[in-house]
């Protein structure tokens, strides 16, 4: 647990091994054009956002096996804003399975690709679209800085 004090972190490799598993599977759903494959991911992104990270299937599979074999560097980072970025996967993902299954084939590629672009990011670049608007909604307001109070200050490092 942490508190206001000691906010949640987690290792960026670990992060990025989940964005890459994240490329794979929407890949794989875009050329085989299978809905269900984005609901289960969307199921996954809920683990990872609302309830806890350790019943995510991602996430155990890069903290066990994944991070390690991976060229990434090993850094500590905010898990607040990763959570927020989850959270967005969930709604992306959510949103092509319930599409593609309803048989609109072609918002559903639209959403996924869009999950697909922004995972590749932050598989390849460390760039988490997620994490930057979370810290504009702290810096506008919207968000109460109280929630990460690192967040602000790491934004735009």
């Known amino acids: 647990m942490s508190n206001n004090n000691s906010p949640e972190r987690v290792s960026e490799k ?15 759903a875009i050329v085989f054009r299978q809905p269900v ?15 806890s990270s350790k019943y995510s299937p991602l996430a155990v599979i890069s903290k066990d096996f994944l991070a390690e ?18 959270a967005i996967g969930m709604i992306l993902s959510a949103a092509a399975g319930i599409f593609g299954l309803a048989g609109y084939i072609m918002p ?15 598989a390849f670049f460390k760039f988490c ?17 109280d ?6 200050l790491d934004i735009g490092k």
């Open 14 to 28: 670990k992060v990025r091994a989940i964005a890459l598993q994240v490329v794979v599977i929407t890949i794989l």
């Open 37 to 51: 494959i984005m609901l289960i991911l969307s199921i996954d992104f809920m683990f990872r956002a609302i309830i």
């Open 69 to 86: 074999r991976l060229p990434f560097r090993s850094k500590i980072i905010l898990m607040r804003p990763k959570k927020f970025a989850a």
């Open 108 to 122: 559903m590629i639209y959403f996924t690709s869009i999950l697909l672009f922004f995972s590749f990011l932050e």
């Open 129 to 145: 679209a997620g994490c930057l608007m979370f810290g504009i909604l702290i810096q506008l307001k919207i968000v109460n800085e």
């Open 147 to 152: 929630i990460c109070l690192d967040c602000k």
